[in-house]
């Protein structure tokens, strides 16, 4: 597997007072013909996110059509479990019924911030989402006591199925916090069952963290792109029969840090789609996506 890089496609730049800075988690939705919405969280002066949105032709990506002039989903209000900030997960189609599900970000004392799963949907192809609740579809429980972070949700034999981020435990330093990929399944993609699966683990002494799964299932085969953090992120690569047992297959991820630029120093929160018989991916490059999104095209 390698992709061939086409560059970075978007930073922020003071955008505007909402998107002063980063372009993280990139998301992509098909508009029409070659054109793509690309959602992704950028952060304000207060350092909190809110999900905005550019347009681009999939084969002339460095030309942004059209760039979001409010966010589509913005931070809560003051007390509630997103008022931190909102992160892009995913987004899954139903019939005319569009679900995002997202971070809500609680920041912390003892522990850098308290995160959890929320949920806007979007009733129509162009509506606005709205989300369904004050809280969380996901919160800490005695399956995930610490903190909670990027899902990713398919359908699949009849059953709603979500990989996400779950810390399970905090240490003195940031650095020896364990932060692992668990599995959850659903009827109706807003109540979730969860029993603490945990579908991948860590690979070596170094790492502490892995997140932002993204899952494709082609034929009887799961292929799952995330990022894995020691000294910074790189984006790993493992494959499932069955979406529960997955083997770490990092150095067929096809893709590393550049020599020098916007992505030379880390790569992270991949997201993986395919459009006409092509499989590209959008990630992050240096400082968590405060140098922007790039795209990537798989050529073997």
Sequence with gaps: MHWEKK????CPNNKHDWMLTHASNPVAELIDGDYFRIYFNCRDRYNR??????DIDIYSPDKIINISKKPILSHGIRGSFDDSGVSMGCIVKDANTRYLYYVGWNLGVTVPFRNSIGLAISHGPSNEFIKIS???IIDRSNIDPFNLSYPWVMQDDGIWKMWYGSTLKWCKEHSDMVHL???AESKDGINWERNGLIVLDLNAPSEYAMSKPCVIKDKHIYRMWYC?????YRIGYAEST???IWIRKDEHAGIE???AGWDAESISYPYVFDHKGQRFMLYNGNQYGKTGFGLARLVC
């Design 7 to 10: 560059g970075l496609i978007f």
């Design 49 to 54: 996110a809110s999900i905005g949105y550019v």
């Design 134 to 136: 004050n809280v969380p």
């Design 181 to 183: 990929i668990k599995y």
């Design 228 to 232: 894995y953090r020691g000294k910074s």
């Design 242 to 244: 069955d979406g529960k």
């Design 257 to 259: 840090v550049s020599l």
